[in-house]
């Protein structure tokens, strides 16, 4: 071919000029979305937006009433970091479609584990803690089974073992101490090996003394720091949301959860094991449970029956503020840790006001449904909007 016809086929149609390039068109379905909107679509928005009300409200309302200093946060904090370690169980549970009301009792009967073998059958602590987190494991397996064996809803299910654990802790407790109480625990915990570096004291108390030192925080008269460390809970509750932040976020498992969760007969028609998901779920519940519980002993130095009283419905709630629905298929482990940094705050934050203390449940009731509302209406707006 000579140069003059491949210039002519270069040439358009009516010979004005080069023939245009062929573009692929654009897809009208895929649109991209702004950054800001993106962020305001986020499950854990709205958690983080009621947290950051609340610190508003308190920080107003303390004044200088020494909440927001070091050991006024280190206290809220650890009431958060309790709450958190549960929140975390219910919210991966809920995404995946299930409930877990069991969770409350779970902390009273693993803390009853954990006392009586170590009190009156004289075990080590180290080994007390093993038995009541085998034991818890295995009741949330027995949780998961009946659940996906017997197609029961979790939430009759688990409740039905609310009641069980309940009655189990008070029995035991009046069997072996004549009373709901099991104490003589904490020096035991502290001197075992696994207590003292896992479960009691606080981690970095060497930094704290040094800051001390230099003039940086608070002291006490006898020059030691009015917060000697982080306690171990708050540490296990930052490594636990991490991790399992990271497996919703990032590996296979955490897209069977939200498969599951969104629709479980099309997740197991694609190849999801949806059983072995639920049941694992179930086990992960419990584990955050009787983690709550061996601090909770560790740090008291008691066991009690009472322990764990509602706390199903708070690390539901938790959930519930932090963008988890309740049919399952969406929420955030980082939202419902958001959602128990706010019942932290408030709980403690209102004792350092001139409010009655009576009113805690109602001022928190009110908050919790003030997020839950701008939960679920900022979830409206966006899904309107795409």
């Not at 809970?233 to 069977?256: E, H, K, M, Q």
Request: overall charge positive; glycine content about 12%.
């Amino acid at each position: 071919m000579n140069s003059s016809s491949a210039h002519a086929d270069k040439l358009s149609a009516d010979g004005s000029g080069p023939a245009q390039q062929n573009v692929a068109p654009k897809d009208e379905r895929v649109r991209k979305e702004g950054s800001l909107k993106r962020f305001l679509g986020r499950p854990e928005f709205a958690s983080l937006a009621g947290a950051i009300l609340v610190f508003i409200v308190f920080g107003i309302a303390a004044g200088d009433s020494g909440m927001f200093n070091l050991d006024g946060v280190i206290n809220w904090m650890q009431v958060a970091a309790y709450l958190g370690l549960i929140s975390i169980g219910a919210c991966v549970l809920m995404i995946a479609g299930e409930f877990d009301l069991s969770i409350g009792s779970m902390i009273g009967f693993a803390g009853m584990m954990v006392a009586i073998p170590t009190v009156y059958f004289h075990w080590p602590f180290w080994l007390a803690v093993m038995f009541a987190f085998a034991g818890s494991m295995a009741l949330g397996w027995l949780n998961g089974y009946l659940v996906v064996k017997t197609r029961l809803p979790s939430f009759i299910v688990t409740l039905a073992f609310m009641f069980i654990l309940r009655g189990l802790t008070l029995a035991l407790s009046i069997m072996f101490a004549n009373r709901t109480i099991v104490s003589g625990v904490g020096d035991l915990a502290a001197q075992d090996w696994l207590g003292s570096w896992l479960f009691t004291g606080n981690l970095g108390s060497g930094l704290f003394h040094w800051m001390a030192a230099q003039g940086w925080i608070a002291t006490a008269a006898n020059g030691q720091p009015l917060v000697g460390g982080i306690p171990k809970v708050i540490v296990w509750w930052l490594v636990l949301a991490l991790g399992a932040s990271f497996v919703l976020a990032r590996t296979r498992f955490g897209n069977w959860i939200f498969a599951v969760g969104g629709d479980a007969n099309a997740a197991k028609n694609v190849g999801v094991p949806v059983k072995r998901v639920k049941t694992s779920l179930f086990v992960f519940t419990a584990f955050c449970a009787c983690l709550f519980a061996v601090l909770q002993v560790a740090d008291v130095g008691s066991a009690a029956a009472d322990r764990g009283l509602q706390k199903e419905f708070e690390a539901i709630i938790a959930a519930v503020i932090g963008g988890a629905l309740l049919t399952g298929g969406y929420g955030s482990v980082i939202g419902a840790c958001f959602g128990a940094l706010i019942f932290g705050v408030v709980q403690i934050g209102i004792t350092y006001t001139n409010l009655n203390s009576d009113w805690f449940r109602v001022f928190l009731g009110v908050m919790l449904l003030v997020a839950v509302l701008f939960n679920n209406y900022v979830r409206r707006r966006v899904t309107e909007a795409r």
